[in-house]
């Protein structure tokens, strides 16, 4: 089992809809980061969490940390907002990655 | 404030040769960290450098090298390349090492 899952796996929307992106993770965490990567290979980190919820723009990311869980809110998703999502942990020592969640919003 | 930058964007290489790719951090930033990103594995962790000093390995082979100079510059060197090297190679930097990373660009890694 990998240390971190995300689901779904791919998720394709229509223009408008609620996204939910889900992280689960099994090891003790200092941070859980999320990432967005668009085609072309280019990683921008959204949020940095231990604990509560952050809010930037349309994306929200909250996590409890008693469930080691994590989730990923996009409102008003927009076709710009299609790309890989990315859900990371820091353990003891390092960065450990999801497997990603590819997004794509239809026009 | 410029960002990360990862020199070079495309190399292309033969199966037995070495490769160095370069990473500049964002100014101020002294922890640099190293990722490898492949369609099959996704991405993993290579190493992670502070003030010149690797703090972190990930499970890569000996073959994986890096360092950091003091100013906070880092290379990663890759000897011996195999075909499964091919990849995307990542750096990212942050103010310390619990700080967020902001990545660069990449440079991918073609062994043939």
């Known amino acids: 089992k990998n240390e971190v899952e995300q689901s779904p796996q791919n998720l394709t929307a229509q223009e408008g809809e609620f996204i939910t992106i889900n992280c689960s993770y099994s090891?003790?965490?200092?941070?859980l980061h999320w990432l967005q990567q668009h085609p072309g290979g280019g990683i921008v980190s959204l949020f940095m969490?231990?604990?509560g919820k952050k809010k930037h723009g349309r994306l929200i990311a909250t996590i409890n940390i008693q469930e080691k869980h994590s989730s990923l809110h996009i409102t008003a998703s927009h076709p710009r907002d299609s790309a890989v999502y990315i859900c990371a942990v820091r353990g003891a020592q390092k960065l450990v990655f999801g497997q990603g969640t590819r997004l794509t919003i239809n026009p | 404030k410029a960002g990360v930058t990862q020199t070079p964007r495309y190399l292309i290489k033969t199966r037995g040769q070495q490769v160095t790719l370069s990473c500049s951090p964002i100014?101020?930033?002294?922890?640099v960290s190293w990722y490898q990103q492949t369609p099959g594995q996704g991405l993993q962790f290579l190493f992670e450098y502070f003030s010149e000093t690797q703090r972190n390995k990930g499970n890569f082979p000996g073959r994986f090298s890096g360092r950091q100079f003091s100013n906070s510059r880092s290379e990663m060197n890759v000897s011996t390349l195999e075909l499964g090297d091919s990849a995307l190679y990542l750096c990212?930097?942050?103010?310390?090492?619990?700080?967020?990373?902001?990545f660069g660009a990449g440079t991918r890694l073609s062994v043939l």
């Open positions: 969490l231990s604990s």
């Open positions: 090891v003790g965490i200092s941070a």
């Open positions: 990212a930097s942050s103010l310390d090492m619990t700080g967020a990373q902001y």
């Open positions: 100014s101020g930033h002294r922890s």
